[in-house]
Every structure is written in structure tokens, then in C-alpha cells.
């Protein structure tokens, strides 16, 4: 089973605050990484698709940041709103054509 | 569009019942996926489908069968319920390759007693 770690766990900012979070998974064999957001009591929804390295992505506030070579990628949140609140979700291929997700980073973000 | 629609969102079982959940996507999607979602577990996948007919085990298939007959609908079995079967079951579809994010349902809370 392929890991796919996830931290911190959780974590509670105040609104206004920027904040980020990271996604490690196996640097072998890298096909592509993804980061989903799941808001409470709804599905989770794809925020972005990142294949290589180097790659940025760019979603409003929200942005995502990959290195391929030392298996890790950034999600940054600028400017959080009690809105953003979620858990942020990352998830790497385990196989011919299935997604292993990590525990997620559970965010609250106080007004 | 509906997306990824899950049959039933609410089912509370006792041990020994069967039950079959009913995934539909109306996104010409050939992937398709079970996942579950346990406290502090994440997702974990139980079965896939890569197309119409076919079928291959998760990360945790033990208890569950899934059939595909048709492209759009992917089924969840349960035989026999147990307890350790409470969860929330989600599914999801995606196009072919690793560049397409995954659409998922809103989700069936099953409790077995």
C-alpha cells in the first residue's frame, strides 16, 4: 500500500491568517498528485491535478506547489476565510489506475 | 448534470442483512470507484471498475461484492452486514489516466446494528 502522509493533522487560524500544509508521497515512479477539498457533511471535490515538477497551480486564494524529486507537495491558503474550512485532502496513484489519499489536514478557520 | 448519484444516503442494517448501494454517473466516465471512510482512517478503497464489466479489489474488499453491467452504474454489495461495516461509503468516477481528478457521490451513511 502506497503512503501517502498528510500534516499537521489539523489546524485552527484565524481569519486573515495565510496558511500551509504538505503532502509527501514516494518520489519513485511519479505519475501525477492531486489535492481535493472536502468541506462537512458534502463529497469531496478535485481542487487541482499536478504532473510535474515544478508545477504551480493557482485556484483563487488557494495554490499548490510540487516536488516530484523529494516527493512533497505544499497547499497554501492566502488570506483564509472561515469559508475555506475543510479538510484539504492529497492523493497519489497506487496503481494502474487507482488514487491512495492521505488522512487529510483538517483546517478551521475563525472569524 | 446530476455527476455521481448515490442510492441510498441513509440505511441503518442489522447484522446478517444484505443490502446493495447503487452508484449512477452520467459523465460517460469508464473509471469507477467504492471508497469508505472510517474516523482517523481516510479513504480507503473496497473495489474499482476500469469498464463496463469488469471489476478488481481495493485496499479492503473482504465482505463487499460490486458488479459493473453497465457503463453508468457501478453497485456496492453487502452479503452478510457486520458491525465492523459501519461507515460512510463513498463513490467516485474519473476519466482514463491520472490527469483527471475524480468525481465523487454525496455519500451513503450505513449503520449496522
Not at chain 1, 4 to 27: A, I, R, W, Y
Not at chain 2, 90 to 111: D, E, K, P, V
Request: hydrophobic share 30%.
Amino acid at each position: 500500500i502506497l503512503n501517502v502522509e498528510q500534516s499537521p493533522q489539523s489546524l485552527h487560524v484565524q481569519e486573515g491568517d495565510s496558511t500551509n500544509f504538505t503532502c509527501s508521497f514516494p518520489s519513485s515512479n511519479f505519475y501525477a498528485l492531486h489535492w481535493y477539498r472536502w468541506e462537512t457533511a458534502k463529497s469531496p471535490e478535485a481542487l487541482f491535478v499536478m504532473t510535474l515538477n515544478g508545477d504551480e497551480k493557482k485556484k483563487g486564494r488557494i495554490s499548490a506547489t510540487l516536488n516530484t524529486k523529494e516527493g512533497y507537495s505544499y497547499l497554501y491558503i492566502k488570506g483564509s476565510q472561515p469559508e475555506d474550512s475543510a479538510t484539504y485532502l492529497c492523493a497519489s496513484p497506487s496503481g494502474y489506475s487507482t488514487l491512495t489519499f492521505g488522512k487529510g489536514t483538517m483546517l478551521l478557520v475563525s472569524p | 448534470n446530476a455527476g455521481v448519484t448515490q442510492t441510498p444516503k441513509f440505511r441503518v442494517l442489522k447484522t446478517g442483512q444484505s443490502m446493495t448501494l447503487l452508484c449512477a454517473q452520467d459523465m460517460n466516465h469508464e473509471y469507477m470507484y467504492w471508497y469508505r471512510q472510517d474516523p482517523g482512517m481516510g479513504l480507503r478503497l473496497i473495489h474499482y471498475s476500469v469498464g463496463e464489466g469488469t471489476t478488481a479489489k481495493g485496499e479492503v474488499p473482504d465482505g463487499y461484492n460490486v458488479s459493473r453491467l453497465k457503463k453508468q452504474n457501478f453497485l456496492l454489495g453487502l452479503e452478510s452486514a457486520a458491525p465492523s461495516q459501519t461507515s460512510v461509503y463513498f463513490c467516485a468516477s474519473s476519466s482514463m489516466g491520472f490527469n483527471y481528478g475524480y468525481t465523487f457521490g454525496s455519500g451513503t451513511r450505513l449503520t449496522v446494528v
